[in-house]
Nanobody, 115 residues
Framework: QLQLVESGGGLVQPGGSLRLSCAASGRTLNYYAITWFRQAPGKERESVAT???????TYADSVKGRFTISREDPKNTTYLQINDAKSEDTAVYYC?????????WGQGIQVTVSS
């Protein structure tokens, strides 16, 4: 049974940096795309960044140039580096993997950007 666990969240000042981790257990994710989502209070969950098995990455326009997604397959872990954090980045962040026909989600982790 695949499990995803996020870590690394917390409070960061505007302009600061934070690195989130998504550690997988129960299955190797080498061949699957992994996506980070976020959900701010009162808003719908949105896709932030995806890394494919090839290493190709895609980003939402709102985070391009500030966020970097990466994967470390030997550790079965995916990262989301947040730089130049903005107040609008405040949200619960989730990682997700789709292994057809099922979506697997982590439990989510809070990121708060505030001075």
């Amino acid at each position: 049974q695949l499990q995803l666990v996020e870590s690394g969240g917390g409070l960061v000042q505007p302009g600061g940096s934070l690195r989130l981790s998504c550690a997988a257990s129960g299955r190797t994710l080498n061949y699957y795309a992994i996506t980070w989502f976020r959900q701010a209070p009162g808003k719908e969950r949105e896709s932030v960044a995806t890394v494919f098995s090839s290493g190709t990455t895609t980003y939402a326009d709102s985070v391009k140039g500030r966020f970097t997604i990466s994967r470390e397959d030997p550790k079965n872990t995916t990262y989301l580096q947040i730089n130049d954090a903005k107040s609008e980045d405040t949200a619960v962040y989730y990682c997700k993997v789709t292994i057809t026909p099922r979506n697997y989600w982590g439990q989510g982790i809070q990121v708060t950007v505030s001075s």
